[in-house]
């Protein structure tokens, strides 16, 4: 069973309409569509915006649908003056940018009394996710790198390059790095695919509202891919 994490509506409808639903299960007011996508068996979420709520979800994913592995599909503004709009990034590993307990002598980014504050996505879903990407259009570029996480909208310059300097984050987004803890706590597979909306500078409300439809489309096709070749 693959378990599939959206945060918005958008970033799952098109799944789920695709989907041969066999049933439609709801705790903790989220509803999981149950059924067979792209020829696997799978359950499909929307989890709702913030690491919280990302983080109750994959739990509840885990321990009712007995899932082999959680792929959270979406969109993200990018760090990385190297990204496009509409380009794809494979989560390398994850970490939340915005855990600060620097007033205990921690790096900020760590997460106290853990051993483990980056959380490393699965190898064989990176390979899966790098093979899938072949089948999108040719301009789209596709990287496997850091996926930073907070409970913020990114769209200003100099948050930006903070984040860049600060924890070499290649993209940023809202709830990657929460499902990443979960997995990690859980020993979960679990991989992250995102696909850009906006630059997460002053112009980000305004791309991600033009382009949102477009890294949508492109990440969407990424989690086709990888379902054919499961």
């Known amino acids: 069973m693959v378990g599939i994490i959206g945060a918005m509506d958008e970033e799952v409808d098109v799944l789920k309409e695709q989907m041969e639903v066999a049933c439609i299960e709801e705790q903790a007011s989220l509803a999981f569509y149950v059924g067979k996508l792209f020829g696997q068996q799978a359950v499909v979420v929307r989890c709702g915006i913030g690491k919280v709520n990302a983080a109750i979800c994959t739990q509840i994913m885990i321990d009712k649908f007995n899932v082999d592995m959680v792929i959270n599909t979406g969109v993200a503004g990018a760090l990385s003056h190297t990204l496009n709009i ?61 996926i930073v996480t907070g409970d913020q909208f990114i769209s200003d310059s100099d948050k930006k390059e903070a984040l860049i300097k600060t924890f070499g984050g290649f993209c940023t987004e809202m709830e990657g790095a929460s499902i990443g803890q979960v997995c990690y706590l859980n020993k979960m597979p679990y991989v992250v695919i995102r696909s850009i909306s906006d630059k997460a500078d002053q112009s980000a409300e305004m791309n991600y509202a033009e382009f949102v439809e477009v890294a949508v489309h492109n990440s969407t096709k990424m989690i086709e891919g990888m379902l054919h070749l499961l």
């Open 86 to 146: 509409g380009d794809i990034v494979i989560s390398k590993d994850t970490l939340q940018y915005d855990m600060d307990a620097t007033g205990f002598g921690y790096k900020l980014g760590e997460i106290p009394r853990m051993d483990e504050s980056c959380f490393v996505a699965d190898a064989c879903l990176v390979a899966l996710a790098q093979k899938a990407s072949e089948s999108i259009d040719t301009e789209t570029n596709v990287f496997v790198e850091r």
